[in-house]
C-alpha cells in the first residue's frame, strides 16, 4: 500500500455555496480513499476573495468555477496570473460549450471537467495535475482542440498585423507572467522608465489601455504563451 502523501492545498471557488460543501464532501471521501490527502485551506465566492485568500494562503490547487459574478472564472485566471501565483487551478463548470473551454486553457488552466462528470472524474483530474500534467477527458478535449486548429488559424493572421520589436515582445512576455515594472526591468536588466516606455508602446500596438487588457489581447492573438 502507498504511504500517504503531505496533504495537498486546495483553495474552491465557486458562488455556490452548496457546491462548495458538495466538493468538500467528496474531497473528504477522497481523503478516507486515495494516497493523496487535501486540505482545503479556504473558500471564496468572487474574484476578489479568491485574489485575496491565494494570497494569503498560496495553495497548491485551485478549484475555480467559470461563473463568479459580477465577474468569472477567465478573469480570475488572468488576475492569477498578475500576482504570480504558481500553483495549478482546475476548472469545474457547468458550460460545456467550446469557446469556454479553450479560454479557460488558453489563459491558464491545467484542466477543465463538466460538474455533470464530477463524481468520476475530479480524483484523476487532480492527480494528474498536481504530477504537472494537463487534463482533459476525451469530451473536454474534443471541444479543446477543434477550437484550438480553428483560432491557430486565426491567430496567425491577426498576430500578423501586430508589429513588436523583441525587446517589446520580451516584456509583454513577463507581463503575461503577472511580472511587475520592476520585476520586469530586474529580469531584462533595463530601467523602471524604459519598462514603461515599451509597455506604452505595446499597449498602443495592441490598441488597450491597460495591463489586464494587453495580456488578454497578446493571449487572443497568440503572441505569447500563458
Known amino acids: 500500500m502507498n504511504a500517504k502523501k503531505e496533504p495537498i492545498s486546495i483553495l474552491l471557488v465557486d458562488d455556490e455555496p452548496h457546491f462548495r460543501q458538495g466538493i468538500r464532501t467528496l474531497l473528504n471521501f477522497y481523503n478516507n480513499s486515495s494516497y493523496l490527502g487535501f486540505n482545503v485551506v479556504g ?3 468572487s474574484v476578489e476573495q479568491a485574489v485575496k485568500l491565494t494570497t494569503e494562503q498560496h495553495p ?3 478549484l475555480l468555477d467559470l461563473e463568479l459574478p459580477p465577474e468569472d472564472g477567465i478573469t480570475a485566471l488572468i488576475r492569477l496570473a498578475e500576482i504570480s501565483y504558481n500553483g495549478k487551478v482546475l476548472i469545474l463548470s457547468a458550460h460545456q460549450q467550446d469557446e469556454w473551454v479553450f479560454k479557460a486553457m488558453q489563459a491558464g488552466a491545467w484542466g477543465y471537467v463538466f460538474k455533470d462528470k464530477l463524481a468520476t472524474q475530479l480524483c484523476e ?12 477527458p476525451p469530451e473536454v478535449a474534443t471541444a479543446f482542440f477543434r477550437l484550438f486548429h480553428y483560432y491557430t488559424g486565426q491567430s496567425l493572421v491577426a498576430s500578423a498585423g501586430v508589429h513588436l520589436t523583441e525587446r ?6 513577463w ?3 503577472g511580472a511587475s515594472n520592476e ?17 506604452t508602446a505595446i ?3 495592441l490598441s488597450v489601455t491597460s495591463r489586464t487588457q494587453a495580456i488578454v489581447k497578446a493571449l487572443k492573438l497568440g503572441l505569447v504563451c500563458p
Do not use: P
Not at 483530474?125 to 482533459?136: D, G, Q, R, S
Not at 520585476?183 to 509597455?199: E, M
Open 203 to 205: 499597449f498602443d500596438k
Open 183 to 199: 520585476q520586469i526591468a530586474s529580469h531584462l536588466y533595463i530601467t523602471v522608465a524604459t519598462v514603461k516606455a515599451h509597455l
Open 175 to 177: 507581463l503575461v507572467q
Open 60 to 62: 497548491a490547487l485551485i
Open 125 to 136: 483530474a487532480i492527480n494528474t495535475v498536481v504530477e504537472n500534467k494537463v487534463y482533459l
Open 43 to 45: 473558500e471564496a465566492a
Open 168 to 173: 517589446e515582445r520580451e516584456v509583454l512576455n
